[in-house]
């Protein structure tokens, strides 16, 4: 009910609406990624690099001072600190070994927060494979440090300098260049978006975290199923991979926080549950923040990784359907919520993960309440970004 049926939809949501040029590389991939991913020798390979190349498993890490904060019982499921820094690797070891199962030699991403495009340049290199990521020109002034990375890790960094010069128009630059490279390019897509079946296949790999976290749990509270689990929403990768083992599981409750930017009604935001409607974005139908006339709103979010107008078909499902709570917080709420975590746990997040940490400020839980957060991403690349904003100099 809440997995992707073979033609990618989730309930109403997602599918593939695709130029006619990329049908026959998308097409490809539909026919084979269930076959190669459950492939015996695709799951060794996989599972080895999570294991000796990325350090999986991430810990699940009890949180008391946190917990004592805010009353109830807090784990923090540390995708910081896998290899390069957040979730996305997960993903992008996954994609480049699919890449070369179907003989493709040049791989394009797209990036917002840089956290993506440091995990795929960091694939291509590991596989010796050539890499190109499209990225907004905001985007590569705010996450500086990622762009030395990935130029550092032998990728090409092109600027997207359309629209609002960030996320959506970095996609769109991606998109483009596969459509005119249609042979012997793969196109990892970073979040749990685009035609079908990017989102499912994006999902299956990330699921790693949920897997983890039911066995990391059961060793240490007696039970596998969390009270809540609580994940941030850019395009969704994170949290569906935190949702997945657990969306048929009742009594857990789904909890996803979006980007409020300046304020839901201020016209500055990414906050697509609240303010999107029905509509197509990047291959996949689903909930996208537009105007009356169906042209995309350009979004804001002082985060890279979550400014981005819609979010991904299983998010748009579970929102619709009610099986998830959907919340929004502002930058100043992520931001000091980003703070807090640093103080009390000597945790500094990704500003992205803050968001999720903001949950405190709008849900009250219980003392007993088990509530698991993804901490998706550490904060290194966000130093100067909190270091202007809170005056630290
Ligand atoms: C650390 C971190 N968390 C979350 C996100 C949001 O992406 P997603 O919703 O796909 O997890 C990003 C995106 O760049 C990120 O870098």
């Known amino acids: ?25 998308v097409e490809e991939l539909r026919q084979k990624y269930l076959d190669v991913m459950y492939e015996e020798s695709f ?7 999570l294991k000796d190349y990325v350090g999986r498993p991430s810990p699940l890490y009890f949180a008391k001072r946190l917990s004592e904060k805010h009353g109830c019982k807090i784990y923090l499921k540390r995708e910081d600190l896998n290899h390069t820094g957040a979730h996305k690797v997960n993903n992008t070891i996954g994609q480049i070994l699919m890449a070369q199962k179907l003989g493709k030699t040049r791989i394009i991403a797209e990036t917002g927060a840089g956290q993506h495009g440091v995990a795929t340049a960091t694939v291509c290199a ?8 499209y990225m907004g020109e905001i985007d590569i002034a705010r996450q500086a440090p990622n762009v030395a990375r990935m130029k550092m890790l ?19 630059e991606a998109i483009r260049d596969w459509i005119n490279n249609p042979v012997d390019t793969h196109y990892i897509i970073g979040s749990a978006i685009g035609p079908h079946p990017y989102p ?30 609580v994940a941030c929403i850019g395009g969704g990768s994170n949290a569906a991979g935190t949702y997945y083992h657990f969306l048929d599981e009742p009594e857990v409750g789904i909890i ?13 935001s990414a906050a697509t549950s609240a303010l999107g409607k029905v509509g197509i974005i990047h291959g996949c139908k689903t909930m996208l923040m537009q105007t009356a006339d ?5 979004p804001y979010s002082i985060s890279a990784g979550l400014d981005y107008p819609g979010v991904g078909p299983m998010h748009s499902h579970l929102h619709k359907s009610g099986r ?14 980003g703070l807090e975590l640093s103080q009390l746990e000597g945790i500094i997040p990704a500003i992205e993960t803050g968001h999720a940490f903001a949950i405190f400020d709008h849900k009250k839980f219980k003392p007993d309440d088990v509530v698991v957060i993804s901490l998706s991403g550490r904060g290194d690349k966000d130093l100067n970004t909190y270091i202007d904003y809170f005056g630290l100099k």
């Open 1 to 25: 009910m809440y997995h992707a049926d073979e033609k990618g939809y989730y309930g109403e949501f997602g599918g593939a609406f695709i130029p006619e040029m990329l049908y026959p590389n």
């Open 43 to 49: 799951k060794k390979e996989f599972n080895q690099l």
């Open 126 to 133: 590991l596989m010796g494979m050539e890499c190109i990521v």
């Open 154 to 172: 032998g990728a090409k960094v092109r600027p997207a300098f359309s629209g609002s010069r960030t996320l959506k128009d970095a996609t769109n």
């Open 200 to 229: 499912d296949m994006v999902t299956r790999f990330q699921s790693v975290i949920s897997e983890e976290i039911k066995w990391q749990l059961k060793e240490k509270e007696g039970r596998e199923n969390p009270d809540y689990v």
């Open 256 to 268: 996803a926080v979006e980007a409020a930017g300046k304020g839901v009604e201020t016209g500055e």
């Open 294 to 298: 169906g042209q995309i709103t350009e």
């Open 324 to 337: 998830a709570e959907f919340y929004s917080a502002t930058d100043d709420e992520a931001m000091t919520a």
